[in-house]
């Protein structure tokens, strides 16, 4: 059973800096895509930045500049790193992967537990 889990949240002041660290744990299978995913009080759950096993990224408009995704495909890690973060960057975020178990043909969505990220004065 493969399973996502998150670190690295936490309180931060606006302007500073957070990483987000996702490692897929278990073995027989591979990972397409690996994204972060946030959702704020009240809001829905929002694509923040997306990453393929091809290297391609995508962000969300609101955090173009301030934020990279990155990946470590051996270790099965996905990280997010954050800068100047502002106080509407304040929500859970959540490790999402597109996996596929060896010898068989369709894909698995799979979800971390989530991390929460605080950014106030």
């Known amino acids: 059973q493969v399973q996502l889990a998150e670190s690295g949240g936490g309180l931060v002041q606006p302007g500073g800096s957070l990483r987000l660290s996702c490692v897929a744990s278990g073995s027989g299978f591979s990972i397409n895509n690996m994204n972060w995913y946030r959702q704020a009080p009240g809001k829905e759950r929002e694509l923040v930045a997306g990453?393929?096993?091809?290297?391609?990224?995508n962000y969300a408009d609101s955090v173009k500049g301030r934020f990279i995704i990155s990946r470590h495909n051996a270790n099965k890690t996905v990280y997010l790193q954050m800068n100047s973060l502002k106080p509407e960057d304040t929500a859970v975020y959540y490790c999402?992967?597109?996996?596929?178990?060896?010898?068989?043909?369709?894909?698995?969505?799979?979800w971390g537990q989530g991390t929460l990220v605080t950014v106030s004065s």
């Open positions: 999402n992967a597109i996996i596929r178990y060896w010898g068989r043909f369709q894909s698995v969505e799979l």
């Open positions: 990453s393929t096993s091809g290297g391609s990224t």
